[in-house]
C-alpha cells in the first residue's frame, strides 16, 4: 500500500508537471496570437495613414519598413512623452532610404501616437475624474 501511494503521488506529479507546461505553451501562444494582431493592426494602421497622404508606395514596401520601424524602435529605450519622437524619427530615416519625405512619415507617426496614446488617457482621465462611487 504504501508502494501504490507513492506510485500515485509519483504520477500525479509527472501529470501535473505535463499538465502546467500544456498551460503554459497555450496561454503563451495565445499572448503570442494577441501581440501579432496588436502589431498587424498597428502597422496595418500606420500605412493607411501613409496612404492617406499621398504617398506613392507599394503594400508589399510599406509594410516591411513599418515592421523594422516598430522592431528597431521597440529596441531603444525611451519614456513615454519621447516615445513620438523615436519612432517618428526611425521612420522618416527608413523610409527616406526608399525616397519618401518626412513630413507625410512625421505626420503619421504623430496621429498614430495621437490615436493610441493621447486620446484614449484623455478618455480614462475624464472617466477616472468624472466618477462618483456611490457609497460617498
Not at 499572448?31 to 494602421?45: D, K, P, T, V, W
Not at 501613409?50 to 506613392?56: A, K, P, R, S, T
Not at 516615445?83 to 504623430?110: E, Q, Y
Request: aromatic share 16%; hydrophobic share 55%; net charge positive.
Amino acid at each position: 500500500s504504501l508502494a501504490t501511494v507513492g506510485g500515485y503521488l509519483f504520477w500525479r506529479r509527472r501529470i501535473s508537471g505535463k499538465l502546467q507546461q500544456w498551460k503554459m505553451s497555450t496561454s503563451g501562444f495565445r499572448i503570442l496570437g494577441l501581440s501579432m494582431g496588436r502589431y498587424l493592426c498597428f502597422s496595418l494602421m500606420f500605412a493607411l495613414l501613409i496612404d492617406l497622404q499621398g504617398v506613392e508606395l507599394s503594400w508589399t514596401l510599406s509594410i516591411p519598413l513599418i515592421w523594422v520601424t516598430y522592431l528597431l524602435s521597440s529596441v531603444i529605450p525611451s519614456f513615454l512623452l519621447l516615445d513620438v519622437a523615436i519612432k517618428g524619427g526611425v521612420a522618416v530615416w527608413l523610409f527616406s532610404l526608399v525616397g519618401i519625405s518626412a513630413w507625410p512619415v512625421i505626420c503619421a507617426a504623430s496621429l498614430m501616437w495621437l490615436f493610441n496614446m493621447i486620446f484614449p488617457a484623455l478618455i480614462g482621465a475624464w472617466f477616472s475624474l468624472s466618477y462618483r462611487p456611490s457609497y460617498l
